[in-house]
């Protein structure tokens, strides 16, 4: 089992950027493939980006490809998306779950609790 929880959340003007950081607890964390959903108010959470246990291999949301990049630091049980170019739209909670692979929510067994990014325009 792991424990995630994301960090590096807030308020951004449009254009700006933040980079989130989700922190696993426990010795397996190289051993689960990890990814980023995000939810908007009124919305179903949606899919972002997703790496494999290596990170050798990542996909993302056409909404966020060449602006946001997954990475991961197995040493210190980190994984992070650094959004760039923000927009408005990109206004969500986001997540970050592992045991999956993929854009279906389903498919991923731990979830963290989340951090608010707002996007002012």
């Known amino acids: 089992q792991v424990q995630l929880v994301e960090s590096g959340g807030g308020l951004v003007q449009a254009g700006g950027s933040l980079r989130l950081s989700c922190a696993a607890s426990g010795r397996t964390f190289s051993s689960y493939n990890m990814g980023w959903f995000r939810q908007a108010p009124g919305k179903e959470r949606e899919f972002v980006a997703a790496?494999?246990?290596?990170?050798?291999?990542?996909i993302y949301a056409d909404s966020v490809k060449g602006r946001f990049t997954i990475s991961r630091d197995n040493a210190k049980n980190t994984v992070y998306l650094q959004m760039n170019s923000l927009k408005p739209e990109d206004t969500a909670v986001y997540y970050c779950?592992?045991?999956?692979?993929?854009?279906?929510?389903?498919?991923?067994?731990?979830w963290g609790q989340g951090t608010q990014v707002t996007v002012s325009s």
């Open positions: 779950a592992a045991g999956g692979w993929g854009s279906i929510s389903s498919w991923y067994s731990y």
């Open positions: 790496i494999n246990r290596s990170g050798s291999d990542t």
